[in-house]
């Protein structure tokens, strides 16, 4: 049923319209070669090279609900000025469409132009997955306009955790990045609720941390170094002596534990085991799509031996950086946006992960009959993989119709 406020002013899932919407969402964004691998346990064998789709890749149940929602908006006020406050999931092919819909930006790299303060109450404001800060939700709410918030559920777990941590008095350590949307907006929960809040992007970051805890580091390294992550008035002194960790939901997981661990064990030795339940807390807040995309491309560099891995998804994905991470450990890895980075079957253009700029690679291809590995972040659509297997076939002399008919060969039923 559609949660909405008695005037249809405010909605929170369906707006009604998915049945109407759905050809549309999979016209853009469905890929045949995809399901075709799908059916057939996720291989594909052909003369010239093989390719091995990691079990859990793409969209996230919260990636297709806030484009099911942005569809239907569009299509339930075809009249009215539409705002997104910013992209509505970090993938370039998915705001682009949004733009092509009629669907302006607020900020970012495609702003329209239109401010906050320039909203009308016939407007309609589209909240993307990531969600947006408790005073940024106020002010739309303060212009009367219609809004459509399509905050991912995962996202709202971590804000009930960090509220709960500022009513019960802990700081709230968040690992992210402080300047994600998503970290934005969790603090903000943290901050509305009186708690406050640290943020570490990293291992070193965190032990930075522990270090002023165990009484081995300054406080002003602490303020210094973190300073951006850091709610006002921030005294590490108080505000270290009860931490409760969350984290950013696409967060490499196992560095979240590691970290959770790493404070656990500092106010362990600062207090003692017996006096750490007063001082400590810890919830794993990675949210399970994120999970289960890692554990897909651990399982299969560990059980098939692949020669390349391309991880497909929007440079500013935390989540597909982190697939990056992960596949260097094994093999040959990079992180394109879309086929349009497969440049030859000499160059690709890629961004290696923590690094800004993209570099090109001569070479990439391997010769002879090789297994790609493929995957990606949750918020690339599955066009976007096939794409790319398609552009590596015609570098190899078979078109996308050979390569559909490999698949279906293999999977007559």
Request: proline fraction near 4%; include cysteine.
């Amino acid at each position: 049923m559609t949660q909405q406020t008695a005037d249809q002013r405010y909605y929170k899932s369906s707006l009604g319209l998915k049945k109407e919407i759905e050809g549309e969402v999979a016209g853009d964004y469905h890929s045949a070669i995809v399901d075709e691998l799908r059916a057939n346990g996720q291989r594909l064998d052909t003369p010239a090279f093989s390719v091995r789709l990691a079990k859990e890749f793409g969209f996230c149940y919260g990636v297709d609900k806030a484009i099911d929602m942005a569809y239907e908006a569009r299509r339930k006020f075809p009249d009215r000025r539409l705002f997104l406050t910013t992209e509505l999931i970090h993938n370039p092919r998915v705001n682009a469409r949004m733009r092509e819909m009629g669907i302006e930006f607020l900020t970012g790299d495609h702003k329209c132009g239109v401010a906050i303060d320039d909203i009308q109450p016939e407007d309609v404001v589209l909240i993307p997955a990531f969600g947006v800060s408790v005073e940024e939700l106020e002010r739309y709410k303060s212009r009367g306009c219609i809004i459509v918030d399509t905050t991912c559920g995962s996202v709202v777990h971590v804000w009930k955790r960090v509220e709960k941590y500022a009513k019960d008095g802990f700081t709230s350590l968040i690992h992210g990045k402080f300047y994600h949307e998503e970290t934005i907006a969790t603090t903000s929960h943290a901050s509305n609720n009186g708690g406050p809040y640290i943020v570490v992007r990293d291992l070193p970051q965190a032990e930075l941390v522990c270090g002023f805890i165990r009484g081995q580091r300054d406080a002003r390294e602490v303020l210094d170094t973190l300073k951006l992550g850091l709610s006002k008035g921030f005294d590490p002194a108080r505000d270290l002596a009860r931490i409760g960790v969350a984290n950013q939901t696409t967060m490499l997981a196992s560095e979240s534990l590691e970290i959770a661990r790493l404070v656990g064990d500092a106010m362990k030795d600062r207090y003692g085991a017996a006096a750490l339940p007063e001082h400590f807390r810890s919830f794993d807040t990675i949210c399970s799509a994120t999970q289960d995309r890692q554990d897909a491309i651990r399982t299969l560099l560990d059980e098939e031996r692949i020669d390349l891995m391309l991880v497909v998804g929007g440079y500013n994905s935390s989540n597909t950086n982190n697939l990056v991470i992960m596949g260097l450990e094994k093999c040959p890895t990079y992180h394109i946006s879309d086929a349009a980075e497969l440049l030859s079957a000499k160059e690709l253009r890629h961004k290696p992960p923590k690094q800004n700029d993209l570099l090109l690679v001569d070479g990439w291809l391997p010769e002879g009959h090789f297994t790609l590995g493929i995957t990606a972040g949750a918020s690339t659509p599955n066009r976007a993989i096939g794409e790319t297997i398609e552009r590596i076939a015609s570098f190899k002399g078979m078109s996308a119709a050979d390569l559909l008919a490999a698949a279906r060969q293999a999977n007559p039923a």
